[in-house]
């Protein structure tokens, strides 16, 4: 499981290094074998282990294809997905593209969720994370299953 934020930087090919506390895991699970493509819902990109993209693709090629959102979500991240692997001092490159999209400059944020990461811009991801602190405080704001995770 991968949990946490981390401020990374990228170099100027775009390169950037997997914090140290990740790449062993990903190197025994996917011989350091990931994805990158878009997020479907925020501006920011999705790292799969290869492991957890292939269940991805799997459930997509499931969906009924005559269904327009169905196939523009899987453009979207199909379409958009991109081979890479860990070098040997643990750096992966961003394609360009994909860096635009997320706005990625040299300051990012790598966060883990669960079975995969975001890559974010660390300006985005910081008022992001200011917007989601603020309106789960208002009251009534969580749901009483979402609290009863967390007490």
């Known amino acids: 499981m991968f949990r946490g934020a981390n401020a990374i930087s990228l170099d100027a090919k775009g390169r950037l290094a997997m914090p140290s506390r990740y790449r062993d895991e990903l190197v025994l699970r996917c011989a350091g074998q990931l994805i990158v493509t878009i997020d479907a819902v925020d501006s920011c990109l999705s790292v799969y282990p290869l492991p957890e993209w292939e269940l991805i693709e799997a459930k997509l090629r499931e969906l009924p294809s005559f269904r327009e ?83």
């Open 69 to 151: 959102e169905n196939r523009r979500l899987q453009r979207l991240l199909i379409g958009n997905a991109v081979d890479l692997e860990l070098d040997s001092a643990g750096r992966f490159l961003v394609p360009p593209r994909l860096r635009e999209y997320a706005g990625l400059d040299k300051r990012a944020m790598l966060v883990g969720q669960l079975n995969k990461f975001q890559l974010w811009n660390e300006d985005a991801w910081n008022t992001l994370a200011d917007a989601d602190l603020a309106a789960i405080k208002q009251p009534g704001a969580m749901p009483a299953e979402l609290r009863d995770l967390i007490l």
